[in-house]
């Protein structure tokens, strides 16, 4: 069982715009502005999207986008292109020098 | 170019020892606290430990703490995890990464271990 909640997976429709929670504790993603977004297509290294909440790293569309209320974490993908089609996954510092994960969302672009 | 290239994995029988290596290249190593996360098959994304730029600060996920250890040399630019005690739930794909404003910005491309007998 992981530490942060994500749902198991998500769709949406090319240009469409689809959201990813990921819920915490006030020990995690409520108590820090610590939280990173992951993409990872299969057979693949995983890729910083995000970093502290909702800063792009360079290179990472603008179609990324995240943003945190409270205990919970999310990241929007707008304008839905094939390639988005991946896992992602979120993670936050937990406070007591550890960092925790989400279990992951499989992303499907219909 | 930065790059992390991960060594060290293979097949270890329960209760056994493993090193895994990590050596970086294209950045200034010493400047950089560095991670291990690794990945389950079929599963999602776990940290394992973290060590700070001098080698001062290390911190360990509670499912390896006692039988992992990180370290590094800098004169090397490399990166250790040293396993011992393995367990079949350590079988996974480890990855070197580094650490960067709160985050994880390069992997290396992982090294497999299996636990098994």
């Known amino acids: 069982q992981s530490a942060l909640t994500q749902p198991p997976s998500a769709s949406g429709s090319p240009g469409q715009s689809v959201t990813i929670s990921c819920t915490g504790t006030?020990?995690?993603?409520?108590?820090?502005?610590?939280v990173s977004w992951y993409q990872q297509h299969p057979g693949k290294v995983p890729k910083v999207m995000i970093y502290?909440?909702?800063k792009r790293p360079s290179g990472v569309p603008d179609r990324f986008s995240g943003s945190k209320s409270g205990n919970t974490a999310s990241l929007t993908v707008s304008g839905l292109q094939a390639d988005d089609e991946a896992d992602y996954y979120c993670?936050?510092?937990?406070?007591?020098?550890?960092?925790?994960f989400g279990g992951g969302t499989k992303l499907t672009v219909l | 170019e930065v790059q992390l290239l991960d060594s060290g994995g293979g097949l270890v029988q329960p209760g056994g020892s493993l090193r895994l290596s990590c050596a970086a290249s294209?950045?200034?190593?010493?400047?950089?606290?560095m991670n291990w996360l690794r990945q389950a098959p079929g599963k999602g994304l776990e940290w394992v430990s973290y060590?700070?730029?001098?080698?001062?600060?290390?911190w360990y996920a509670d499912s390896v703490k006692g039988r992992f250890t990180i370290s590094r040399d800098d004169g090397k630019n490399s990166l250790y995890l040293d396993m011992s005690s393995l367990r079949d739930e350590d079988t996974a794909v480890y990855y070197c990464?580094?650490?960067?404003?709160?985050?994880?910005?390069?992997w290396g491309q992982g090294t497999g271990v299996t636990v098994s007998s």
């Open positions: 990464v580094r650490d960067w404003a709160w985050a994880f910005d390069f």
């Open positions: 294209g950045f200034i190593f010493s400047s950089y606290s």
């Open positions: 060590i700070n730029m001098d080698g001062s600060d290390k």
């Open positions: 006030s020990s995690d993603i409520g108590g820090y502005n610590h």
């Open positions: 502290k909440v909702d």
């Open positions: 993670s936050s510092y937990g406070g007591s020098n550890n960092w925790v």
